[in-house]
């Protein structure tokens, strides 16, 4: 295919769906991803997209929402690794939120397995997922249905999480960053997910790393009422990426990462460090060491630093030889 053609198809995949991650690009038009970069750099300087670290946006500084059917197909093998590692995080008998969104959704089919759990949501995607699982509760919000993610929005969504204690809420977005957190491009969506985060002692985002550095317009989790992000190790290249994991890390984040790269290859260059690297045992890998991170969490959900109600039970760190899936890497705040 010669560079024009290429490009043009770059260019419609961009204009069609808002955001595509260079993998994918990469993959549409059969070619490898430092000659998309090169054809993404190209359409840049000529003014029609933008470029964000890992894949390519219109033009306009904030990114516009993607619709579902385009997201279901975006990085999925990223948002599997993070569902299974997610998934690990939850015990059986507690009571957790989940927000709408593909990789939820993900994590969804997952909890199908964890018995005795309740799951309040307002996704209808991670209801269904749910709809047919052995001893698990779900529990769906008010709301208007929002067809271009099926999910329930509005104040009758909001009023129906009043006064709802759970022990996590799982979430996430449309782009984080450091300095913001999580954002979303829609502001009902935005509205929701922030009073799924009032009922929560904890919050964990899941997000990939196509997701790194991308601002949205609505602020849903800041920064520092994050308590944990799952993602993805980012490519080799990447290295925008790999600094705004350092720096959601040296803000009190704590970041677990599913690595991507099969066994055997070279790690990428940056903070991100192999659990195995680090001592986590003899397991090469596969077991997990968490890293506690200093300092106090700063502005946590209501509720977050004093005890629980006792029917609620906060899921424990995955325990030292956890066989979770795929590599797993913690990345620690610097020393200062």
Known sequence: MFAAERRQLILEMVRANGAVSLREL????????????RDVRALEAEGLLDRRHGGAVLPGGFTRET???????????????????????VEEGEAIVVGAGTTTQELARRLARVPGLTVVTNSLLVAQALAHANRVEVVMTGGTLRGS???????????????????RAFLSGSGLTAE??????????????????????????LADHTKLGTDTMFQTVPTDVMTRLVTDKPPPQDDRAGTELQALADQGVQITVAGMTPAGAAEAPGPVQSAGARGAGSEKGQGRREVPMPGQRRNLPPGGGGSQPPQLRSAPALPEQSPVAGRVADLAPRRR
């Open 26 to 37: 990469a993959r549409v038009v059969q070619t490898s991803e430092v000659t998309v970069r």
């Open 180 to 205: 913001r957190g999580l954002s979303t491009s829609n502001m009902l969506s935005a509205s929701v997910d922030r009073a799924l985060v009032q009922a929560a002692a904890e919050v964990v985002v």
């Open 67 to 89: 619709g579902f059917p385009q997201k279901s197909h975006m990085a999925t093998a990223e948002k599997t690794a993070i569902a299974d590692l997610a998934a690990g995080l």
């Open 149 to 167: 993610n099926y999910a329930l929005v509005g104040s009758g969504a909001e009023q129906s999480l009043q006064g709802l204690r759970v022990s």
